[in-house]
């Protein structure tokens, strides 16, 4: 009776081990997958956002045929609650390339900038700038492109703004 015995606790020694094993590795999963959804959650939380902006920004266009910042301010309308300006100016630049974004920051700002001024900015408002140094990628970008002079150090300026002919919209 004890050999029957033996098999019968080495047999369930053996389920354990495997109920442990294939617990572990349900665990491992799940912790994926929980990961998984935080960030699926996120990307969604961000759609949703930046569509309720895209809505409002269509909404604006077709009630105001365009209606700028300055313009909204002295007719007097404040347009929308506190929480949707703050969503605003956080993805005013969403999607757009450096240079692009910078072009709209130095409108709105005007004259020379620095670069880590326009790195903040620019990532504020929703720039998604990757490296290790971003305010050397901004100068990077900046340097490459055309429509901007480098005027000092880490410097910018719109060449529009420093009296050239280049139209804004090209790219000598």
Known sequence: MSEEIKD????????????KTKLHDLQRKLEKVEGEIKTTTRYLELAETLYRVEVEKAGLLLQGGGVGEGERERKGGDVGDPSQN???????????????AAILFFKERGGAIHAKEIYRQ????????????PVTSVATSLSRDGRFRKVSPNTYQLVEEAGSQTPLGSNP
């Open 8 to 19: 019968i606790i080495a047999g369930l020694e053996q389920r354990i081990r495997l109920y």
């Open 122 to 133: 620019l990532e504020a408002g929703g720039v998604r700038i990757r490296g290790k140094t």
């Open 86 to 100: 703050i969503l605003l100016e956080r993805t005013k630049y969403a999607g757009l390339s450096v240079p692009q």
